[in-house]
């Protein structure tokens, strides 16, 4: 029996990914269909501070000791210890899984970070709150992404659909009326870092234009909010399909993402984009409740591998 079971949810980004890098907006929901979790197992029979790591979804299996600073669960693990001033812990084993898809946009990495620091902060006895779970989530993110806007920590740490921008406290995003969306992946994988270093080359090459497309993103971004908060479902599809085309001139669309964007528009979509480092990973399309059967059912006929529902109500993300 673990004595720490924790969880921690994926993420979707509704507006503005890539361009939250430059300081613009975006909006970002959880996602409590998938989620990352971590046990902790007192081992009593072991040499006191032996920490096992084990992960069977990717068949990973080290002790903490033998893990460079830089590996992702070793620096989580060392940041929750340092955060509650312990140095040599009582014995455990941290099994980590996780039903978050790899490199596809949805805060993978930031869920599995999260999940271990509350995990490893709970079973040393020391309260973390989320602002802080979040920032040491952020140091994890740095060691992996290079220089993330931090949004993937804070929608995962917080729990909440947020509007965010870079150096600025969050907003949280209380909606009134309930929207409906579909999250499609293509299968195709890319990690955020390589997109992410591919927009900075254009950019220190061409920082006119690429400027001028992120504050067209920001701006879309920040009349998303509004429609988002009223359920304008036309106003957000629209704001959506424009936010897709000028992800398209960032170069982060591909061909199996422009498949499903327009699969989902056919099948009665009223927007779709892809969402979160692009070239692969996932499209998210918006739905009146109605639809959302048929766009799904459109999206897997047209290969997607994972086809995941969410709402978003009132009350948060179901
Ligand atoms: C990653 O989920 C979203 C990006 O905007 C990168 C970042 O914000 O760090 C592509």
């Known amino acids: ?16 990914e890539h361009a939250v890098v ?15 979790t971590a046990r902790v197992f007192p081992t009593i029979d072991a040499q006191a501070d ?31 210890m340092q955060f509650a001033g312990v140095d040599r812990p009582p014995a455990y084993t941290l099994v980590i899984t996780s039903t978050i898809p790899i490199s596809a946009g949805m805060g993978s990495s ?26 040491l989530a952020y140091e994890v993110e740095k060691i992996q992404h290079g220089s993330p806007s931090g949004i ?3 929608v995962i740490a917080h729990q909440k659909p947020i509007f965010f921008s870079r150096n600025e406290p969050i907003q949280p995003l209380a909606v009134e009326q309930t929207t409906h969306w579909v999250i499609a992946d293509t299968g195709e994988k890319t990690p955020t870092r390589v997109t992410v270093a591919e927009v900075h080359h254009r950019h220190t090459a061409d920082p006119e234009t690429y400027n001028q497309i992120f504050m067209q993103i920001g701006e879309i971004t920040r009349q998303a909010r509004q429609s988002l908060i009223t359920g304008d479902l036309a106003a957000l599809g ?23 964007i327009h699969t989902a528009r056919e099948a009665g979509a009223a927007g779709a984009k892809l969402s979160g480092g692009g070239r692969g990973g996932n499209i998210i399309a918006l739905s009146s409740e109605e639809k959302t059967r048929q766009i799904e059912t459109a999206l897997l006929t047209a290969g997607a591998t994972r086809v995941i529902t969410t709402a978003l109500t009132k009350g948060g993300p179901r």
């Open 1 to 16: 029996m673990p004595v720490i079971y924790t969880k921690a949810p994926g993420k979707i980004i509704l507006f503005g």
């Open 22 to 36: 430059y300081g613009q907006p975006a909006i970002a929901i959880p996602v409590n269909k998938v989620n990352a």
């Open 50 to 80: 032996m920490v096992r790591i084990q992960a069977p979804d990717i068949n990973f299996e080290a002790c903490l000791a033998d893990l460079p600073p830089d590996h992702p669960f070793a620096a989580a693990i060392r940041l929750a």
């Open 110 to 135: 930031a869920a599995i970070a999260i999940a271990i620091i509350r995990a490893i902060t709970g079973f040393l006895g020391k309260p973390i709150t989320a602002d802080e779970t979040s920032a």
């Open 152 to 154: 993937d920590n804070h």
């Open 238 to 260: 629209f704001l959506m399909d424009q936010n897709q085309h000028l992800l398209d001139l960032l170069g982060v669309s591909s061909p199996s993402l422009e498949h499903l």
